[in-house]
């Protein structure tokens, strides 16, 4: 009999084992710290705005909501919890990003997010590393600037490179009318994928520091030789992006102009417009404490753990198997 669904998992039990094992040590990690755990719910009434995530719409008719969606990450509703007065919290989340499906990538994965409140980025980077390199008893991060990560690895200086002459470098990868309708954003993006983030974090884990502010998301932007730069950072193991982190962005009236400015850039990409969170906003007229965040992506972390060549193998039951 033909097309016969697979109830195999794919991944072993030595490596579930390890998940667990993982889990517990991220527990004990926080414990230690008194950062608090907290649930939010996966199910929400809105999605994100940001044009590099695509979410997974919900069918939900109940309380007087008609629709929802399945988050792309905790950060909305920590946030709201940071607001009303819950100090430093961490949580371990399914989380779900539609067309995402690959080597390293699952439509649903496990997500490791924490905030600290009156930490900046360097200071959480610190505890990142303390986290990272004490699961994977590894050498602690070099940290390197986004734009000395091109300049080294690509050959040229992402914040003086003209349009012209990065739409040529992309070349080797697209064709010339595949570049048309891609912005600069788009094709640094793209040179950071084929070109720098493989060569990243393989004799010793690597911090990326310091992104353009156009690629600043929800962090706060500042500058850095004249040029406006993002309190934002990345960890790359193996050339394994692991994580994500912010010194976030207290300020409402400019978190409302970049949502404005997300919807802006998903119309001319031909995408949906996003609603925007209300209830995140009014979190944020309330107050955001002075904290930083990052989210880690806790089935690379595993993946790394246990040698593992793709996600699937530290899944029990990835979306074919699901």
């Given amino acids: 009999m033909t097309n016969q669904p697979v109830w195999r998992p794919t991944a072993s039990r030595e490596n579930l084992k390890s998940r667990a094992q993982q889990l517990a040590f991220v527990r004990g990690f926080f414990a230690e710290r008194e950062v608090l755990e907290v649930e939010t719910p996966l199910l929400g009434r809105h999605g994100v705005t940001d044009v590099n995530l695509e979410g997974i719409a919900a069918q939900v008719e109940v309380a007087g909501v008609c629709g929802g969606w399945l988050q792309t990450s905790p950060e909305y509703h920590m946030k709201r919890l940071l607001a009303a007065g819950f100090g430093s919290i961490f949580q371990v989340a399914r989380v779900f990003r539609n067309g995402e499906r690959g ?57 003086t490179i003209s349009d012209h002459d990065l739409y040529q470098y992309c070349e080797q990868w697209l064709e010339p009318e595949q570049l048309a309708g891609m912005s600069r954003d788009d094709c640094l993006d793209l040179v950071m994928s084929f070109r720098v983030e493989p060569e990243l974090g393989q004799k010793r884990p690597v911090f990326i520091t310091r992104y353009p502010a156009s690629q600043a998301a929800l962090a706060r932007v500042s500058s850095d030789d004249g ?66 965040g990052v989210a880690l992506g806790l089935d690379r972390l595993l993946m790394l753990k246990t040698g593992a060549a793709s996600i699937e193998e530290v899944l029990a039951f990835p979306i074919e198997r699901a």
């Fill in 227 to 292: 040029y406006p730069v993002a309190h934002r950072f990345e960890l790359y193991i193996k050339g394994i992006e692991l994580c994500n982190g912010y010194w976030e962005l207290t300020d409402p009236a400019e978190q409302r102009e970049r949502f404005i400015a997300d919807n802006r850039q998903r119309r001319a990409s031909g995408k949906p417009e996003m609603m925007v969170d209300q209830a995140f906003l009014a979190g944020l007229d309330a107050g955001l404490p002075e904290c930083s």
């Fill in 103 to 159: 080597r390293r990538h699952n439509p649903e994965f496990s997500m490791l997010e924490w905030y600290r409140v009156g930490l900046d980025d360097t200071a959480l980077m610190a505890e990142v590393a303390d986290l990272v390199c004490g699961w994977l008893d590894c050498e602690r991060p070099d940290v390197l600037t986004y734009r000395d990560a091109l300049r080294v690895i690509a050959g040229f200086d992402p914040m």
